[in-house]
């Protein structure tokens, strides 16, 4: 009669820990691979289920049929408990078993994080930024000088060091398919490896709760030959409109202006217009709310947000530092193309 119940338990828990293994390993959690760094964080993922369901299920089973079996029975309202004076062996036990599969289990992640975050000599250095609600990346172009785009685009087979900035609060960059995100940190720069293995594109997400755009704050990384990457990165290299001297024309200021509202200046993120493609809805639809408004108007919108709040919207949602954050030209070009479409 003593050994019954412990071999009952001892079976069903090996039962739910089989079933509950077999259930956490078939499940797919995530997306399929793209970076060499996958592999090993895919293995680690699943040694840790294997690890962490049989404890589950064990204090689960112990909780479960201490509850049923020792319940407390009519009558028994007033009796106390046998006295215990605790188990020396049980309690080393409990406490050195679980110490053994931490450290264990620390040790094997750590062997991971330093194998993934390997340096490589030729490694390309991707510099990102994020600010809200949009993300931007610079590479190091020909001549020394920086191309940027609001688009992310990688070589496959070469190691990727990004470079991982914020122009205001936390961020975290994320991209799942690659498995590695880190946090974008205010006043530092943070630094992430990967090394893409497959074409394709796939969705750049941040993964912090940043404000209430967050969830509109994504981008793409397009994972291309580097054949393919070194004629991007030419054509993004080539002389921007309206960069340099000489006054630019206002289609050309028009035009910088429409790249910035989809690209480096975020509003697409929470600004739907119909012309821009964009279609975020934190802040009003810019085609109806700026319909018939003179350029004063609108650059004021931009640099002071709060001055005038569109109806049905809360003032203090919309970043007020614009006017820093935006280059002269940019809040220009912004100014001339919300102009033109909002006619
Ligand atoms: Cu940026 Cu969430």
Redesign the pocket.
Known sequence: MRKHPIIQMVLIGALASAIGIALALWINWFPADAAKQDKPIDTLYDVLMIVSVPIFVLVTTVVLYSVWRFRMRPGQELEDGPPIHGNTRLEVVWTAVPAIILVSLCSYAYAVLHDIETTHANELVVQVT?Q??AWSYAYPGTGGKTVSSDQLYLPKGRPIRFDVRTKD????FWVPAFRVKID?VPGITTHVRVTPTRSGTYPVV??????L???T?RSTAHVVSPAQFDRWLAKQGAPAPAAGGGEPSGTQLADLGKQTFTGDGGCGGCHTLADAGTSGTVGPDLGTALKGRDEAFIRTSIVDPNAVIAKGYQPNVMPADFGQRLSQAQLDGLVAYLATVSK
């Open positions: 994020a809200q609600f609060v936390l961020h975290d974008t941040c993964a912090e709760l940043c404000g755009g967050h969830a704050m």
